[in-house]
């Protein structure tokens, strides 16, 4: 009798800040890679105290220390994915950029966070420009939302046409596609926008809009589903389609729950928990 081999899991990490409420960050995260089937593990860039009304401190962790925890899982227990998250600093995004390229690391998921829900800064200024030069071009899928991408581009986004627009001016930093979110527009429609840059090809994934105030997270959460899929070897575009199932399932399960005075999270686990 041969011994059976061992199964596998599908594993995916997620560098980015805590959320001391559960909504967001990391625990959003970890939620979602469990819900979708896979192994998540864990690198913390900040501590943040908040709750579902806003966030009221945010304690960085040193850059060396977040490479250090990198290195502790890459150098034993491997990835098949990547999502990132909440960077805060220069400093960090540097310290996350040169652990990435040393083990060459592949199926890279850039959330560029840069504002809480509650409308709290969770980036400093001066980090943008850093964002552009070392992570967006190892990116494969990089997820901002119209007002990430403004900041970016440093132009006003107004509509679906300047949205569009946006998406194809993004690619000019790199990375493989760019999805951009257009839950902010004046109109409430949740449709997305995703560019495949070297097919020079617009998906387009429309998604009804779901009235609620428990929305805290949904970034982080789509973020992590798009990662969770890619590790599962799902084609980017395939990737993106199976996540904006799964945030707007999580949406609709969540609106019926009343959870902190503010935004509530979505509800990760609709399909398990009864």
Request: overall charge negative; proline content about 2%; hydrophobic content about 45%.
């Given at each position: 009798?041969?011994?059976?081999?061992?199964k596998t899991?599908r594993?995916?990490l997620?560098?980015?800040g805590?959320?001391?409420?559960g909504?967001?960050?990391?625990?959003?995260?970890?939620?979602t890679?469990?819900?979708i089937?896979?192994y998540?593990?864990?690198v913390?860039?900040?501590?943040t105290?908040?709750?579902?009304?806003g966030?009221t401190s945010?304690h960085?962790?040193?850059?060396?220390?977040v490479?250090q925890q990198?290195?502790?899982?890459?150098?034993?227990?491997g990835?098949?994915?990547?999502?990132?998250?909440?960077?805060?600093?220069v400093e960090?995004?540097?310290?996350?950029?040169?652990?990435?390229?040393k083990h060459?690391?592949?199926?890279?998921v850039?959330?560029p966070?840069?504002?809480?829900?509650?409308?709290d800064k969770?980036?400093?200024d001066?980090a943008?420009e850093?964002i552009?030069?070392h992570?967006?071009p190892m990116a494969?899928v990089?997820?901002?939302?119209?007002?990430e991408a403004?900041?970016?581009?440093?132009?006003?986004?107004?509509?679906a046409?300047?949205?569009?627009?946006?998406a194809r001016d993004?690619?000019?930093?790199?990375?493989k596609s760019i999805l951009?979110?257009g839950?902010?527009?004046?109109?409430?429609?949740?449709?997305?926008?995703?560019?495949l840059?070297?097919?020079?090809r617009?998906?387009?994934?429309?998604?009804?809009f779901?009235?609620?105030?428990?929305?805290?997270?949904?970034?982080?959460?789509?973020?992590?589903?798009?990662a969770?899929?890619?590790?599962?070897g799902?084609?980017?575009e395939?990737?993106?389609r199976?996540a904006?199932?799964?945030i707007g399932?999580?949406?609709?399960?969540?609106?019926?729950y009343?959870?902190g005075?503010g935004h509530?999270?979505?509800h990760?686990?609709f399909?398990s928990?009864?």
């Open positions: 009798m041969t011994e059976q081999e061992p899991y594993r995916v997620t560098i980015a805590s959320d001391s409420g909504g967001a960050g990391i625990q959003a995260d970890l939620k890679f469990s819900a089937g896979c998540g593990m864990s913390i860039t900040a501590l105290a908040q709750n579902t009304i966030v945010i960085a962790v040193p850059g060396v220390f490479q990198m290195e502790a899982v890459f150098s034993d227990i990835t098949d994915a990547v999502k990132i998250g909440m960077l805060f600093s960090l995004i540097e310290a996350v950029a040169t652990q990435l390229k060459g690391i592949g199926n890279i850039l959330d966070v840069m504002v809480a829900q509650s409308g969770l980036l400093h001066d943008v850093a552009k030069t992570l967006i494969d990089v997820t901002p939302n119209l007002p403004a900041v970016l581009l440093n132009r006003k986004i107004r509509n046409e300047d949205l569009i627009a946006a993004l690619a000019q930093f790199g990375g951009i979110k839950g902010h527009l004046e109109n409430h429609q949740s449709t997305d926008w995703l560019y840059v070297g097919e020079d617009l998906v387009v994934f429309e998604g009804d779901i009235q609620t105030r428990n929305n805290h997270g949904t970034g982080c959460t789509l973020s992590s589903a798009i969770a899929h890619l590790a599962d799902l084609t980017i395939a990737a993106v199976a904006k199932a799964y399932e999580a949406i609709r399960a969540g609106a019926g009343k959870l005075a509530g999270p979505v990760h686990f399909n928990w009864r």
